[in-house]
């Protein structure tokens, strides 16, 4: 049974930083494709970041990049989603997701979603 659980959320002043992290278990993390997405209240599920599964080629939304840094740590089954310089634009429950599949993960289509953990930025 795959779990993920997001945590290191908070409020935050505009132009603070915040570092999430997400904890795997139930799966093999080496190879597993577990990348960030957040849900601004009243939108929809957007796509923040994603990883390979050895941590090389992070990628990034347009509206993060500059400020956002993933990376993960296999030895620790964790991602971390290193936040800084943090907009209003940013608050949001963030989430990670999981797939086993490079295509799922290409097509930002993830199997199993942990509960998030909330971020409110003050403006």
């Known amino acids: 049974q795959v779990q993920l659980v997001e945590s290191g959320g908070g409020l935050v002043q505009n132009g603070g930083s915040l570092r999430l992290s997400c904890a795997a278990s139930?799966?093999?993390?080496?190879?597993?494709?577990i990348d960030w997405f957040r849900q601004p209240p009243g939108k929809e599920r957007e796509f923040v970041a994603a990883i390979s599964r050895s941590g090389g080629s992070p990628r990034y939304a347009d509206s993060v990049k500059g400020r956002f840094t993933i990376s993960r740590d296999n030895a620790k089954n964790t991602v971390y989603l290193q936040m800084t310089s943090l907009k209003s634009e940013d608050t949001a429950v963030y989430y990670c997701?999981?797939?086993?599949?490079?295509?799922?993960?290409?097509?930002?289509?993830?199997?199993?979603w942990g509960q998030g953990t909330q971020v409110t930025v003050s403006s």
């Open positions: 139930g799966l093999v993390f080496s190879m597993s494709y």
């Open positions: 997701g999981y797939t086993d599949y490079i295509g799922k993960a290409l097509r930002l289509e993830y199997d199993t």
